[in-house]
């Protein structure tokens, strides 16, 4: 055998056994279930070799919190003793919980929802109108986060920051906005006619990018500026949900807005 033929068995070798070693961590009950949600798209982890618009204390945060190795009450179904929310007295406190749910930490939760909405209006400009960002509009007065138009093309944008189990929370989410914003497509076709879509813009918690976001941001902007807004995007949420979970812990506001 050739030294070109044994470096192939080896790199074959060495595939199979990582798809082998991936493949079980997604089958694990509890820390599957994020994991297969960030092996849908490279980009959540894109921060991996580099750390690339990643603090420290993020990179610290995020690999324990995906494999849900953070020490939280609720945070093991084997745990005795009070598994209650030690900020707002919730039955368990879980990490879906403290980083999606707990109210104590909505305006962070709003601030992180509108990083991403700040992103894509900035992937936007010049090249769509911005005909609506925040408001009540249509018979039902629903408030997408973004409205945009250019030509007879029209845009229904809402975001959505799920925490992650599985790509069933994903298509879930994207589902309800659909359902959500249907009326509001057909009122706007009716009055400006031409292609009318809704898009569901959808990041994990813990940084994992909807692979179906890629429909849209081909749509906004260059190639080049959609793979460096994958990764702002999903290093901005790792960092407000680590923010959240810390001012969980310490109570010491990590962040402001």
Known sequence: MRAKQRRE???TMRDHFRAVRGTTLIEKPDQGRAMECVAAHAASNHFLRAGDFCRFADWRFVHRARLNLVPLNGSSSWRTGDRRCRRCGNNIESLAHVVNHCMRYTSLFMARHNSLVARLKKAADGKFEVVSENQAIGAQRLRPDLILRRGTTTLIIDTTVPFVN?????EE???EKRAKYEE???????????EVTVF???VGSLGSWDPANDVLVRQLCSRAYAKLMR???VSKVI??????????ISGVRARHG
């Open 239 to 248: 960092g407000y949900t680590r923010d959240v979970y810390t001012e969980h």
């Open 166 to 170: 599985r790509m069933k929370a994903f």
């Open 173 to 175: 989410a994207a589902d």
């Open 200 to 202: 569901p813009f959808i």
């Open 231 to 233: 990764k702002l995007c």
């Open 184 to 194: 509001l497509r057909k009122e706007i076709a009716a009055e400006h006619p031409g």
């Open 9 to 11: 068995v080896m790199k």
